[in-house]
Antibody, heavy 116, light 108 residues
Framework: QVQLKETGPGLVQPTQTLSITCTVS????????MQWVRQTPGKGLEWMGFIRSGGSTEYNSEFKSRLSISRDTSKNQVFLKMNSLKTEDTGVYYCARGGIAGFDYWGQGVMVTVSS | DIQMTQSPASLSASLGETVTIECRASEDIYNGLAWYQQKPGKSPQLLIY???SLHTGVPSRFSGSGSGTQYSLKINSLQSEDVASYFCQQYYDYPPYTFGAGTKLELK
């Protein structure tokens, strides 16, 4: 069955870089868009960016040049990297599948706290 | 960017009641709308896509309707397991995808 699971640090210091891995099973990354969405107290659900089935990416301009999404299809993994973290980046980060008809499967999410 | 305005922000209803949640887009999104349910401590789960299509496994008491800029999610015969927050999302014009602020549904 389709499964997605995020892994990442629970605590990151301000100005540092956040790295999260989404490991998927039950489908191929070369057949679906993969999304990153976060949920913060300040902005609710916020789309961050995606990587297409072909490997190209699109990002929310809100994150400007801080965000990078990549993948390793041989490991069934998608990666999020975001630098220059601020306290307002504290929240739950999700990977999700899909894009042309909603996001049909989501990971459990990983809570990230940005604090010194 | 397309803005999504959801109402009400919170809602209290009794078991067996019918509940309706509204979502308004800042421009026509041509039925490019999804609804999600999120229970406390869990990730969002897709309920409805293309404004009125039920996602696999979703109970038939959930339905979606609307067109243009106005959309709604209806829950017939409210069950205790429906207590959750509900979000709309437009995917007609992306990037970016945009979400509503959510509706928190509680039991009366």
């Amino acid at each position: 069955q389709v499964q997605l699971k995020e892994t990442g640090p629970g605590l990151v210091q301000p100005t540092q870089t956040l790295s999260i891995t989404c490991t998927v099973s039950g489908f191929s990354l070369t057949s679906y868009y993969m999304q990153w969405v976060r949920q913060t107290p300040g902005k609710g659900l916020e789309w961050m960016g995606f990587i297409r089935s072909g490997g190209s990416t699109e990002y929310n301009s809100e994150f400007k040049s801080r965000l990078s999404i990549s993948r390793d299809t041989s490991k069934n993994q998608v990666f999020l990297k975001m630098n220059s973290l601020k306290t307002e980046d504290t929240g739950v980060y999700y990977c999700a599948r899909g894009g042309i008809a909603g996001f049909d499967y989501w990971g459990q999410g990983v809570m990230v706290t940005v604090s010194s | 960017d397309i803005q999504m305005t959801q109402s009400p922000a919170s809602l209290s209803a009794s078991l067996g009641e019918t509940v309706t949640i509204e979502c308004r887009a800042s421009e026509d999104i041509y039925n490019g709308l999804a609804w999600y349910q999120q229970k406390p401590g869990k990730s969002p789960q897709l309920l409805i896509y293309n404004a009125n299509s039920l996602h696999t496994g979703v109970p038939s008491r959930f339905s979606g309707s609307g067109s243009g800029t106005q959309y709604s999610l209806k829950i017939n015969s409210l069950q205790s397991e429906d207590v959750a927050s509900y979000f709309c999302q437009q995917y007609y014009d992306y990037p970016p995808y945009t979400f509503g602020a959510g509706t928190k549904l509680e039991l009366k």
